[in-house]
């Protein structure tokens, strides 16, 4: 029962025993969450029915896609905690809908295989908002950002900051609120994340994951209401040249390494 899911599949290969003891519904189900229910929902029947619990687990540290394919939840599988991540798609932007302003384009680095991209814009504003029984825990919510664009040329990944302007010239505002009072704001020159995250390694030509603030949730009923928004809009001057690929909410302490992954049967 103290065990991680890894470890419990691999003490499982001792003996026809082990192997039992390993499968039991009661300790798979103390390593679900409260709201394992909510996820099943967003499934079709037929993929979860007659399944044990250690396949439900199984099956749920896959992601889930919910709201037309535009959000993801899933289980740690190590912890068995939250994780989500929501595309741009799901996101109000403003000019979205002039391709002189803004355009998509289909990236495999993205787990949408979808990025926005921002050409030239004076005022530059997404927002999103997500609803969800998240059980109680604190979380962080980051915004997946790519100074310049990219391609593959040659079948290596090439970066182009060519277009890239005008963030050096005002910070971008990042804020969060939830339906049970909590709220972060932060702001950031986005020409200036290389220098701020240099011992993480982060640098022009690279995803960088924006932390905006935590939240705590106390209890998953009722329903936590998430909202976040990134914006300039500082119309005195223009500026493009950045991707926008998605905001991810995760378990605060979760080591970054692990907030992805496959569960092995």
């Known amino acids: 029962m103290y065990l991680t899911p890894p470890e419990i599949c691999n003490l499982a290969r001792l003996n026809r025993s082990f192997r039992g003891a390993a499968s039991s519904d009661a300790v798979w189900e103390a390593k679900l969450p409260c709201n394992y229910p909510y996820m099943l929902e967003l499934l079709p029947v037929c993929r979860y029915e007659g399944l044990s619990k250690k396949g439900i687990f199984a099956l749920l540290s ?23 991540s929501i595309s741009s798609k799901a996101m109000s932007i403003t000019s979205s809908e002039d391709r002189r302003h803004w355009n998509w384009f289909p990236s495999d680095e993205s787990r949408f295989q979808v990025v926005a991209y921002c050409q030239q814009v004076w005022w530059f504003e997404v927002s999103g908002t997500v609803k969800f029984p998240f059980p109680p825990d604190i979380y962080t919510l980051t915004f997946r950002i790519h100074i310049g664009k990219f391609h593959k040329r040659l079948g290596r990944r090439v970066s182009n900051c060519e277009h890239t302007h005008g963030w050096e010239l005002g910070p971008i505002r990042f804020e969060l609120s939830t339906s049970g009072g909590h709220r972060a704001v932060s702001e950031c020159l986005l020409h200036d994340i290389e220098q701020e995250d240099a011992k993480l390694k982060n640098k022009r030509g690279c995803w960088i994951e924006y932390k905006v603030g935590e939240f705590i949730v106390s209890r998953s009923d009722p329903v936590t209401e998430v909202r976040f928004s990134m914006k300039q809009i500082d119309c005195t001057h223009s500026k493009g040249g950045l991707c926008l690929d998605s905001v991810s909410i995760t378990p605060s302490n979760l080591r970054r390494s692990r907030r992805t992954g496959s569960f092995c049967k």
């Open 62 to 84: 896959r992601p889930v896609s919910f709201d037309n394919d535009n959000k993801e939840v899933w289980l740690d599988t190590i912890s068995g905690r939250i994780c989500m």
